[in-house]
Each structure stands twice: as C-alpha cells, then as structure tokens.
C-alpha cells in the first residue's frame, strides 16, 4: 500500500494523457458504449477514446479522432466534463494516466461497429459496470447527470492492472490546469 506522501509524489510525475468521450442521449436516457475488442480493456464496455499523439492539435481534437476511429461518428457538441488520474501503485516505474473525459449530446454519422470497438446504447439504469473498469461506477453519475453542471476530478489506485484499491472523486467548478 502507498503511503500518503508517496501518493502525493506519485500524482505529481509526468503523466500520460488519454481521452474517453461519452456520448449521452439525454432525452432517451441512454449512452453510447463500445466493446472494446482488443488491447488494453478489452472485453470491458467503455467509452471511447484513446492516447493522445503528438500530432494531436488539442486533447479535444484527439478525442473527436477517437471517436471518429472507433465508432465511426463526430461529436458535435462535446466538452470536457472531468479529468480523472489514475495510478498504478504496484508499478512505481509506470507513470500515472491522466484521462480527459468529455460528454457530446449531438452528432452526426452512424456508429458503426470498427476493428476496434463495438457500440451499443445502454439505458442509464442498465451500464454494465459488471463487465467495466472499476472506477467507472463511481464517476459515471456525474457525467450523466448534468443537472448540477459541475465538473469533477478524481485518482484512482490501481493494483494488478484492474483491482481498484481506493480513490478520491470531487465535483468543481471548473477544472485545474495540467
Ligand atoms: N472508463 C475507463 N476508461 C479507462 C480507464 N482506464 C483507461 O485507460 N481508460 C480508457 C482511456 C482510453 O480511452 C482507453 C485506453 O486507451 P487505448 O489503450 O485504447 O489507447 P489507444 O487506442 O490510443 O491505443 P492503441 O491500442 O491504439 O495503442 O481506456 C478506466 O479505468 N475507466
């Protein structure tokens, strides 16, 4: 187990940055989900999204390429919602990932199932966080329910890759700067 200030020292290392994007239909209560087929997570339901590369202009534009890849749609309105760090606390050599999420509620095109990814709209009160990462059931309220309009930031403790060992979550005005 990781002590206070070790967590401290790890949040503060040099991260990798992904993004996940979900995509909600409010009016329907439902959001879009993919399989993920292979890599990282696969078998788990998530959102979509991915590294973000060098040649990305803008995390924004990463996460709208990956939306694009994997389920072949563009996101029209989608906007960042929070910024969760996650920390791998049995691997002291791998560096924290920090995930950009963001919700679009319109967009254009038809998903479509790619090599990578196979989507399914899931009815807010049926996710399948069973067959989900672990903190996903933690955060996934504060994005669907926008009600309040807060933001939120959180770090999740990983041990052997998937085991959640404990996290901290806040809602805030607006996110911090990274
Ligand atoms: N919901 C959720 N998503 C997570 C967690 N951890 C985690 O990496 N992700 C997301 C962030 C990214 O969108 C995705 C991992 O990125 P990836 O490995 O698919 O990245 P990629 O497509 O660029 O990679 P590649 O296979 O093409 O090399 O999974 C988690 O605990 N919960």
């Not at 087929?37 to 078998?43: A, D, E, N, R």
């Not at 060098?54 to 202009?57: N, R, V, Y």
């Not at 052997?160 to 060992?165: A, F, G, H, P, Y």
């Given at each position: 187990m990781l002590r206070e200030e070790d967590k401290e020292t790890r949040k503060k290392k040099k991260k990798k940055v992904f993004t996940l994007l979900l995509v909600v239909d409010d009016e329907n209560e439902r959001v879009l989900l993919g399989e993920k087929?292979?890599?990282?997570?696969?078998?788990f339901w998530n959102g979509f999204g991915g590294k973000v590369e060098?040649?990305?202009?803008t995390v924004l534009a990463a996460a709208l390429r990956e939306l694009e890849e994997e389920a072949c749609i563009q996101a029209l309105d989608a906007k960042e919602v929070g910024r969760i760090t996650f920390i791998w606390i049995d691997e002291p050599e791998k560096p924290p990932w920090l995930v950009h999420i963001f919700r679009a509620d319109t967009y254009s095109g038809q998903e479509r199932e790619t090599e990578e990814m196979r989507p399914q709209w899931f009815p807010f009160d049926a996710i399948p966080f069973q067959q989900m990462w672990a903190d996903d059931q933690h955060w996934y309220p504060l994005v669907l329910n926008r009600q309040k309009r807060k933001n939120f930031e959180g770090t999740f403790n990983f041990k052997?890759?998937?085991?959640?060992?404990d996290f901290e979550l806040k809602e805030v005005q607006s996110l911090s700067m990274q």
């Open positions: 087929k292979t890599g990282f997570g696969k078998g060098e040649s990305d202009p052997e890759v998937t085991t959640l060992v």
